[in-house]
């Protein structure tokens, strides 16, 4: 098959749309499969990480997100993510599938719906979007959320009866390393304590989250000997003051960008302090307790059916420092929380949606 995929990543978007592309992207690739992106150019695009990862990426030219070119009352909240209009979008992509024979093309943007799917629909064979909001309608052959909580109903009047839904986290797009590790992660969970805790606010971070985390467990009575390991992205925009938190902290920070190994950190960790998004079910994978800061409207709806299922404790943004320390000294002086959170988490998804999906994809062919 060759497929092509839009999705965008940039400093307001975040890069939570291109990674999970890129995931299902390596796994069709490994089945022989042709794999190709459409991108927007915008600030922290991640063209040159797609090309590093072996695949070819067109890059759309993009006007500025200010730039007023007449939405209309049918656009819906994320329209100016793309920093042109849908119709001027679908234009350029149909461009860059034209003399190719495109047998799917995969679609994991907020602010493209029906319309655009519509306008692409007759040059290219069939269409999977990838949505987590359930806001819009949609012109696909199969729709993926995958998100807990998520009803295939929710989507009764925004697709056809045709289209192919597949919902929950069982069909999280995940990178093979999170199954592989499965097995190993869990065991070192029967009997856990808090030495070790993973800091990830996600790629870009702008809001700076990271800093409230680290002033927080700074100023808590946890003992200085905890290890703290921040995950970054290597364009973050706060990237240099985390750096010099890290240097006067009292405990073993270290801080990492753009890391090739988040399963084995997640796997070495005992307890994660994360933005939500995809990677809230890499954490559920390996059973990994997780302390999730809301930073978006759209994550309020995982949140809550985290927390409901004890995989999780939302915590809102902006960060109360004083809570947060509180619950994590409470992990540390009651660490059964630990593993009872771990047995929660890791009933929710096992790191094998990414055949699912493909196994889709084959069948619709």
């Not at 993926?144 to 069909?171: F, H, M, T, W």
């Amino acid at each position: 098959m060759n497929v092509v995929f839009r999705a965008d990543a940039s400093v307001q978007i975040g890069t939570g749309h291109v990674m999970r592309c890129l995931t299902l992207a390596e796994a069709l690739r490994r089945g022989g499969h042709q794999c190709q992106f459409i991108c927007s150019g915008f600030p922290g695009h991640f063209g040159r990480q797609i090309n590093e990862k072996g695949f070819a990426v067109e890059t759309l030219p993009s006007s500025s997100r200010d730039t007023a070119f007449g939405f209309s009352e049918e656009d819906n909240a994320y329209a100016k993510w793309l920093g042109i209009s849908w119709q001027e979008d679908a234009s350029q992509t149909l461009r860059f599938c034209s003399g190719d024979e495109v047998d799917w093309i995969v679609v994991d943007h907020y602010a493209l719906d029906a319309r655009w799917e519509r306008s692409v629909s007759n040059v290219v064979g069939k269409i999977m979007v990838i949505d987590d909001l359930a806001n819009r309608p949609h012109f696909a052959d199969i729709l993926l959320d995958q998100n807990l909580g998520r009803l295939e109903g929710d989507y009764d009047r925004l697709v056809s009866a045709n289209c192919k839904r597949l919902i929950g986290p069982e069909y999280a797009l995940l990178r093979p390393e999170f199954s592989r590790l499965r097995k190993k992660s869990l065991e070192r969970r029967y009997e856990p304590e808090l030495k070790r805790i993973l800091v990830s606010m996600g790629g870009t971070d702008t809001p700076n989250a990271t800093a409230a985390v680290l002033t927080s467990l700074e100023s808590s009575s946890l003992p200085s000997h905890l290890r703290l390991d921040v995950v970054m992205g290597a364009k973050a925009p706060w990237l240099n003051d985390i750096g010099n938190i890290a240097k006067n902290s009292r405990f073993n920070v270290t801080v990492s960008t753009n890391v090739q190994d988040m399963g084995e950190r997640m796997c070495l960790a005992d307890l994660s302090i994360g933005a939500a998004g995809s990677t809230s079910w890499e954490r559920c994978a390996l059973g990994l307790p997780s302390i999730v800061v809301s930073q978006a409207q759209n994550q309020s709806g995982i949140l809550q059916a985290l927390s409901g299922a004890g995989a999780a404790i939302k915590l809102d943004f902006p960060i109360d420092e004083a809570e947060l320390a509180s619950l994590v000294v409470d992990f540390y002086s009651n660490p059964e929380k630990l593993a009872t959170m771990a047995r929660n988490a890791s009933l929710l998804c096992d790191g094998m949606g990414v055949q699912r999906v493909i196994g889709w994809l084959d069948d619709e062919q």
